[in-house]
């Protein structure tokens, strides 16, 4: 028969927190790379069309048709910049973040409190339960569903993480014998 003990499903529960956490960072950081040179683009555009727009003045000919060009290419990255508006998604994944990291937080308490006995197991389940309640009412207001969101849900609530991978993020006291060696 399959057998899981509370301090087994407590570390399960900590390590898709911790693998949710881990890609809301990831989301976050690559969103704000993203972000960072969209930016930089649609200022080299707006730079290229400014100078142009210039020589157009100066010279006139092509530069003319050049200078539209650009401006209205300028234009329309400027437009679907502020239309995708990806420092939304980049706080909201940055939130998301902070508050899984609480929670991880919670759990590496929670498991600390267990290997140090001073918490009986009714109370450990309770607080189990809280901490599982606080973790579903987080993801309702998790960032916008869209692909990125999704496969970090999916990776995090479907992986089963082995003790040496959740042991990663625990402190040498709290892992699993055989697993407290420290690798240096």
């Not at 683009?41 to 730079?47: I, M, S, Y």
């Not at 009412?137 to 496969?151: I, M, N």
């Amino acid at each position: 028969m399959f057998q899981l003990s509370l301090v087994d499903h407590i570390r399960l529960s900590f390590g898709s927190i911790v693998g949710a956490y881990e890609g809301h960072t990831d989301a976050a950081a690559r969103l704000a790379r993203w972000a960072w040179y969209a930016k930089a683009g649609v200022l080299v555009l707006l730079g290229l069309a400014a100078a142009v727009s210039i020589a157009s003045v100066l010279r006139g000919g092509v530069y003319t048709t050049a200078a539209a060009a650009l401006s209205a290419i300028a234009f329309a990255a400027g437009a679907a910049f502020v239309a995708i508006d990806p420092e939304t998604r980049v706080y909201g994944h940055r939130a998301t973040a902070a508050r899984l990291w609480l929670i991880c937080e919670k759990y590496r308490a929670l498991l600390t409190e267990i290997h140090d006995e001073l918490i009986d197991l009714a109370a450990v389940a309770q607080r189990r339960d809280a901490l599982l309640k606080e973790a579903s009412e987080l993801f309702v207001h998790a960032p916008p569903a869209d692909r990125a969101t999704y496969e970090i849900a999916r990776k995090a609530l479907g992986a089963v993480y082995s003790d040496q991978q959740v042991d990663q993020f625990l402190p040498l006291p709290l892992r699993r014998a055989g697993a407290g060696e420290a690798t240096t």
